[in-house]
T-cell receptor, first 113, second 115 residues
Framework: GDSVTQMEGPVTLSEEACLTINCTYTATGYPSLFWYVQYPGEGLQLLLKATKADDKGSNKGFEATYRKETTSFHLEKGSVQVSDSAVYFCALIMNTGFQKLVFGTGTRLLVSP | DVKVTQSSRYLVKRTGEKVFLECVQDMDHENMFWYRQDPGLGLRLIYFSYDVKMKEKGDIPEGYSVSREKKERFSLILESASTNQTSMYLC??????????????FGPGTRLTVL
């Protein structure tokens, strides 16, 4: 079945460091891809998305590019802030049938001042 | 702003008790979902509903049931709580797809502990 694999955490960085969180997927067709973020004590929020190959999603300084050839959707940010500390989930949805989100296991990011 | 609210943030119950988790959304969304979130497992879909009184099993429905009597409210029921149901439960809602993806909006979660 469809699945998402993302890197284990926690990822610990100092403020202003560069961030990459790896995400790869397995799907029988052509999914849409998402990054969700969960801040402490809150539910998930959609951070960015990409619906077809070579699309780049971006929001709040985060970017991810849909790479069909490597089945990847890595999350990047050039300079992280303490306020970016959260759990990040990569997810996919197939564009046919009922739209069920398939999530990765989540990666916790800790940014220290 | 879309709002999805859940009845409790923290809940402690005993093994064998019947547990109700309530979710309410205020955006007239057709679709509603219940997930559980566990460390190392991410989010897993328990049940979803695409209309009043309609329900579909997700990936892990065993030990759970749901009720959707009104469009805005979706309840998750643990008929006889067990310790392996200790988890964070997240509710979400979205519009029915008319082609393309409709964003799911999540509630803050209920952390359930079964003793």
């Amino acid at each position: 079945g469809d699945s998402v694999t993302q890197m284990e955490g926690p990822v610990t960085l100092s403020e202003e460091a560069c961030l990459t969180i790896n995400c790869t997927y397995t799907a029988t067709g052509y999914p849409s891809l998402f990054w969700y973020v969960q801040y402490p004590g809150e539910g998930l929020q959609l951070l960015l998305k990409a619906t077809k190959a070579d699309d780049k999603g971006s929001n709040k300084g985060f970017e991810a590019t849909y790479r069909k050839e490597t089945t990847s959707f890595h999350l990047e940010k050039g300079s992280v802030q303490v306020s970016d500390s959260a759990v990040y989930f990569c997810a996919l949805i197939m564009n046919t049938g009922f739209q069920k989100l398939v999530f990765g296991t989540g990666t916790r990011l800790l940014v220290s001042p | 702003d879309v709002k999805v609210t859940q009845s409790s943030r923290y809940l402690v119950k005993r093994t064998g008790e019947k547990v109700f988790l309530e979710c309410v959304q205020d955006m007239d969304h057709e679709n509603m979902f219940w997930y559980r979130q566990d460390p190392g497992l991410g989010l897993r879909l328990i049940y979803f509903s695409y209309d009043v009184k309609m329900k579909e099993k997700g990936d892990i429905p065993e030990g759970y049931s749901v009720s959707r009597e009104k469009k805005e409210r979706f309840s998750l029921i643990l008929e006889s709580a067990s310790t392996n149901q200790t988890s964070m439960y997240l509710c979400a809602s979205s519009f029915m797809s008319g082609g393309g993806y409709n964003e799911q909006f999540f509630g803050p979660g209920t952390r359930l502990t079964v003793l």
